[in-house]
């Protein structure tokens, strides 16, 4: 059955730094979304993306972050600046008209 | 807004006992309706979806019910399993254009005992 794989699985990265978590959607899904976890909160929409360019995106996704799929097969989300409440789990997920697939999630640490 | 809300958790119970997990929502349209699962350390799941009204979802023993007239959507199990030990969201999801929106609950973890 086709994925959603994100990598890496675990990051840890220092405040301030750079972070590019990357995804390799379904190859046919036309949608790619990221979704971020807080430990024990639930998970929140951050950006949809729909032929290169973003469609949506919620109040969380500021200037510091932005998305890219660059050749067309990695979705990447990129942190310019990363801040302690960044520390989270991020998934990407990809769909058709009709469902979604999540990857396994990259867990980002800031310390 | 558009919002989920699951009853607060954990949830603590026996082999072989029955679960309910409610689930309510508010949506301006008419959105589908999703479980997904946690397992400990790994990544969202689809349990069993929902599209339309009086529409049931299952999905390993597990079912739901899309209720429109209280807007509920409680995911239910006749005999639950220690290795249904997980945290279980609710979602609803909307067309926005395209592409569907996901609107998570808070999650309700269920750890079930031998």
């Known amino acids: 059955e086709p994925e959603v794989t994100q990598t890496p699985s675990h990051q840890v990265t220092q405040m301030g730094q750079e972070v590019i978590l990357r995804c390799v959607p379904i190859?046919?899904?036309?949608?790619f979304y990221w979704y971020r976890q807080i430990l024990g909160q639930k998970v929140e929409f951050l950006v949809s993306?729909?032929?290169?360019?973003?469609?949506?995106k919620s109040e969380i996704f500021d200037d510091q972050f932005s998305v890219e799929r660059p050749d067309g097969s990695n979705f990447t989300l990129k942190i310019r600046s990363t801040k302690l409440e960044d520390s989270a789990m991020y998934f990407c997920a990809s769909s058709t008209n009709y469902g979604y697939t999540f990857g396994s999630g990259t867990r980002l640490t800031v310390v | 807004g558009d919002s989920v809300t699951q009853m607060e958790g954990p949830v603590t119970l026996s082999e072989e006992a029955f679960l309910t997990i409610n689930c309510t929502y508010t949506a301006t349209g008419y959105p589908s309706l999703f479980w997904y699962v946690q397992y400990p350390g790994e990544g969202l799941q689809l349990l069993l979806k929902?599209?339309?009204?009086?529409d049931k979802g299952s999905n390993k023993g597990f079912e739901a019910t899309y209720r429109k007239e209280t807007t509920s959507f409680h995911l239910e199990k006749g005999s639950v399993q220690v290795s249904d030990s997980a945290v279980y969201f609710c979602a609803l999801s909307l067309r926005v254009g395209g592409f569907q929106k996901l609107v998570f609950g808070t999650g309700t973890r269920l750890l079930v005992s031998p």
């Open positions: 993306f729909y032929n290169n360019e973003i469609s949506e």
């Open positions: 929902a599209t339309k009204a009086d």
């Open positions: 190859s046919n899904h036309l949608y």
